[in-house]
């Protein structure tokens, strides 16, 4: 290979540049999807309607909001991971526009990894649109509580309205609120990764959508069926295996979910934020490398 | 090694058919030897196995047994994809994608950037004649226009060799005269042209070498010359001659013990006359 071609240098085995000419592609297919707008605003409209729910005290006001905005955004962005990545590479492989993509000098990892990352993408933006609306409701709700009890107490001594104004702002925004989101966010990922793997070799998108529909809810359950297993069966090697196997095909995602401890307000150990974190970004990974190796004996 | 631009040996691809005894073979046994800088015209009825070919040769998809090279490189290594541009057959891009944002994204995963890539992507919708709808979405493009930017992004990374599968299908005459001259273009700059066809007038026209595949079996092999001379037979086209003048070159044959066996007035062809019709001002702009 004498003659230069085009100035272009020796080939990498792995290239950010290609996976993130992937990634921006993905997003742009995805940010035209109908369902993504719908889901979106429909979260949205959820978040902000908590404002209005019946409120005894801010306390209970508070954690309403919180249970239902956090509630809602899980929900959103687990659907939107779902059905945002069922579609992306049987769509590519139907349309033979992966034909093209990989008759140039693209690995397929790269291909799986790109198009993965334009889930990420696009469910971080989303998050984020969500965090705001999120953010500024609860922020809006704390000011009116705040103003409201300074009126009401306003003949009250001084350090009795710090006490009350301080009780407040516990209850309302503390930054316990910010690793529940990024859990959510990870759980998210978690399930992306996982529909790009069941896509690989599904053959219907339906299949892949039904199929991690019974994983979500399998998902959310194994942690009690586990225990109860745990009881009758000897702890033995052979079940240690089978348990982590099924753990690999369901993952726990109840360990996700902390967002109950968030809304009464307990404060989240760091520890157990950093193991959850450590466990989604492991779960992701494995999964893609999983998607990766059938995509890599697939006959397109 | 060799250095040979393709090399295929042993080929042969078999497709299970689900819920079926007799699977599809598609390919049997296949050689073939594409020397740089010809145009090899891969020839063949409907489902006879030229698309497969391409498909492996390209890497997409995996032989059963045998193998395929380019350049040297086997074909399941992605490097073997740097030196080779591709057009699959009706190729289907991202159609919300403008034609240049197309260009540009497959410049990427070709490894252009910058400046470069934006020459490169101005150069070749120039050159597929593109450049009026270059921002236009491809959900709004005709099934010619898609095939033009097709041919450009299997340029894009000026490759040294061109695997074209179908390369005029659904192109009107003066678009595959075009991409004729295109073809003949990349030829003269040295570039190695692999492409399928059914037209056969157009192969002609073109290709240095044919193989004609019938049922996954290559049936016939060479340079195309040879394959179609009628060797005891010379053609003389004449220009103003007289019939005075053509029977005293018949004469002349008979006295050497030549024949003359055909006489007739040169006709155009249906081509060039549709040419010549459309070729108006409008397409010139
Ligand atoms: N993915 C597949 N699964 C099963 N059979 C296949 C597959 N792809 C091709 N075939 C079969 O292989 C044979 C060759 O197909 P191929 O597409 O290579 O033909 P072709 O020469 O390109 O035809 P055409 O001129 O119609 O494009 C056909 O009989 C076809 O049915
Ligand atoms: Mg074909």
Redesign the pocket.
Known sequence: MSNKTAGINRHRSFSLARVFAITTNTLTELTRLKVFYILLIFALLLIGSSVFMARLTFQQEFQILKDVSLGAMSIFTSLLAIIATARLIPQDIEDRTVYTILAKPVPRFEYIVGKLTGVLLLLSISMLVMSAMFLAVLYLREQTVLHETLRQMSAAPREQIDDALRAIRSSALNIDILPGIVIIYLKACLLAALTLFVSTFATTNIFTIVVMVVIYFIGHLQATAREYWLQEHSTGWMTRAFLALVALIFPDLQTFNLVDDIVVGAAIPLGLVAKTVVLGVFYTTIYTFLAAFVFYGK?L | MSDAAVTVSGLT?V???PFHREP????RNLDLRIEPGEVYGLL????????????IILGL?SPTRGRTEIFGRDSSLVESREAVGFLP?NPYFYKYLTGEETLRFFGKLCGLSGSRLRERADQLLELVGLTNVRSRRLSTYSKGMLQRIGLAQALIHEPKLVVL??PTAGVDPAGSCDIRNLIVDLKRRGITVLL?S?LLAQAQEICDHVGI?AN?VLVREGRLEELIAIENRTELVLENASDALVDRINALATSSNAKLIARRRSTTTLERLFLDATNNPKEKS
């Open positions: 006959e | 691809k497709f299970p058919v599809v073979i598609a390919v063949g009825p409907n489902g006879s196995g030229k698309s497969t070919t391409l498909k998809v057959e599968d179908e399928s059914h595949l996954g």
